[in-house]
């Protein structure tokens, strides 16, 4: 199957020449430790082992908890799937010259598009705000910082990230009404 071409926007390839020009390695090096946290086995296995640990909890909580798990496994899909389709270069290929200050090469070469790291960071910052909605604005500040470092690593374009941020968000919104008629069903059943 012909994949389609994706080339970077221009608004993309100024936002890599800037994380190209203004990097060094140290930045890197700590750049490339925090965007492991978007990493999807680590992203299921802490949200596997908060599914576990609520399986002691009221039904609300095991119900958002089986929510918050089968969001980041789909999650985990659909970049494989996006990336099958699309082809798009990566910036760390092609925006640094023979002076890499640091910047490594980051997964196959033409699988950009979209940031996968995006979207499990949106999936787990949205699905974990609604399990917790006091903490909203923490869990998406840190999605934000730590999808913000595959735009420092050069391993996404802006754009990659931006699209992965929204179809991550587009995703659990999306299972979220399968787990919330679960909810009502159970607020029906203790008052009957």
């Not at 089968?70 to 389709?85: F, R």
Request: with cysteine; charged share 20%.
């Amino acid at each position: 199957m012909q994949q389609l071409a994706l080339p970077p926007t221009l608004s993309d390839q100024a936002v890599a020449r800037a994380a190209a020009r203004y990097t060094d390695p140290s930045i890197q090096k700590v750049a490339r430790f925090a965007t492991w946290s978007g990493d999807k086995h680590l992203l299921i296995g802490l949200a596997a082992a908060y599914w576990l640990v609520a399986r002691r909890h009221n039904v609300r909580r095991r119900v958002q908890a089986e929510h918050l798990l089968s969001s980041v496994v789909a999650a985990s899909l659909v970049p494989s799937v996006l990336k099958s389709v699309v082809d798009r270069e990566r910036p760390d290929r092609c925006m640094v010259g023979p002076d890499r200050r640091g910047i490594e090469t980051s997964g196959n070469a033409r699988d950009a598009f979209p940031s996968g790291h995006a979207i499990n960071m949106a999936v787990a910052a949205s699905a974990l705000g609604w399990v917790y909605p006091e903490n909203k604005p923490l869990f998406w500040s840190m999605a934000l910082a730590i999808t913000c470092t595959r735009i420092a690593i050069l391993a996404h374009w802006a754009s990659d990230v931006v699209v992965g941020g929204a179809l991550g968000m587009g995703l659990e919104r999306a299972m979220r009404r399968l787990a919330i008629p679960r909810l009502a069903g159970y607020a029906v059943q203790r008052h009957d």
